[in-house]
């Protein structure tokens, strides 16, 4: 007789458990722990594009952080010039702005912010990937080029005072849509936003897998020259998938700030990028729930970490990488399921 447990895959058991913890946390998490759990939820979804370029597509991108970036600055630029009222945002006053940039005109509209949250980083990257896959760039030469793109922007969004709040970046966020940001009940609703959020894009993306499309990506990852021989085109395969992985991490960055309350270059340059890619890898690169996971725990394990020993976490974080990559390089999801397949046999 066959066992129940052997016919439920990990990602079902997976998607079980993640119903229920997300349910239940809004009535055992306090509003602090509760916020916190959303950041990491918005994390996850960044995890969640990484782990279908990577993991499936394998395009190592070290600079998820810049497209992050692009979607919580269209939504911080929104939430600025509503508190403004009409008038320049507090830090363009504070660094001598006269007039309101042309740039910052049409962010007023929220319709006009998360599309542009989502939009910019996908055209971006649909332009980066036509120029880069087109001259047959991947490996370490594609992780690179995109993580000499994370320190850029940041340099260019330290260098714009006046445009973008410089180093300080954007905070003193008070409403969103006519709710304060500060009350409770805003707070829960934006974690039950950004949990639905994560779980239609999870679904989206598994589906994408499992379909025609996602076998071929595989199939780009694995040999890529083979398949340009049968007769595909693996740059526009890879430039499609980086786009959409370009486009959650722009609406995971617009979903961010008002759950955080802050955007500034430090958040998304390449430590930040790599904090993330750590994530993945720990959680396990080829599997959805594993990018997923590794983002929540890694999370976590920062803040916790971050309180007790502040000037370890980098060390442990990296010592923790090295030993994951070596030891378990299917990650945690790979050693749960070799876990599981032992008590089964």
């Not at 929104?78 to 504070?94: C, H, I, N, R, S």
Request: glycine share 12%.
């Amino acid at each position: 007789m066959i066992k129940i447990r052997r016919s439920l895959p990990f990602a079902t058991v997976f998607a079980i458990v993640a119903v229920i913890a997300l349910v239940a946390a809004p009535l055992l998490l306090e509003p602090f722990r509760l916020g916190l759990l959303a950041k990491y939820l918005c994390y996850a979804i960044v995890a969640l594009g990484i782990g279908l370029a990577w993991g499936q597509g394998g395009m190592l991108t070290l600079g998820q952080g810049v497209f992050f970036g692009l979607g919580g600055y269209a939504m911080a630029m929104y939430l600025k010039l509503t508190e403004a009222g009409g008038g320049l945002p507090d830090f363009m006053v504070w660094s001598g702005v006269e007039r309101l940039p042309a740039l910052w005109a049409p962010f007023a509209n929220p319709i006009f912010a998360l599309a542009m949250a989502v939009l910019g980083p996908v055209v971006i990257a649909l332009l980066l990937g036509a120029l880069v896959f087109r001259q047959r760039v991947r490996g370490a030469y594609f992780a690179i080029l995109t993580q000499a793109l994370a320190a850029a922007l940041v340099i260019l969004l330290v260098g714009q005072q006046g445009l973008t709040g410089g180093t300080n970046g954007m905070t003193n966020f008070f409403e969103l849509f006519g709710q304060d940001l500060a009350e409770d009940s805003t707070q829960r609703t934006l974690y039950l936003v950004v949990a639905v959020v994560l779980g239609i894009l999870y679904l989206a993306t598994r589906q994408l897998v499992n379909s025609r499309y996602g076998r071929l990506l595989v199939a780009v990852r694995d040999g890529e020259d083979r398949v340009r021989f049968l007769g595909y085109d693996p740059a526009l395969v890879k430039t499609v998938t980086f786009a959409a992985s370009a486009g959650m991490a722009g609406l995971a960055g617009a979903l961010f700030v008002p759950v955080v309350g802050i955007i500034s270059p430090a958040l998304l340059g390449v430590v930040p990028s790599l904090e993330l890619v750590v994530a993945v890898a720990v959680g396990g690169r080829h599997a959805l729930a594993g990018a997923v996971l590794g983002a929540v725990l890694m999370g976590y394990a920062k803040t916790v970490f971050s309180e007790q020993f502040a000037d370890g976490w980098l060390y442990l974080q990296g010592a923790l990488f090295i030993l994951v990559m070596t030891l378990a390089p299917k990650g945690i999801v790979g050693l749960l399921g070799r876990w599981r397949r032992a008590r089964t046999t």
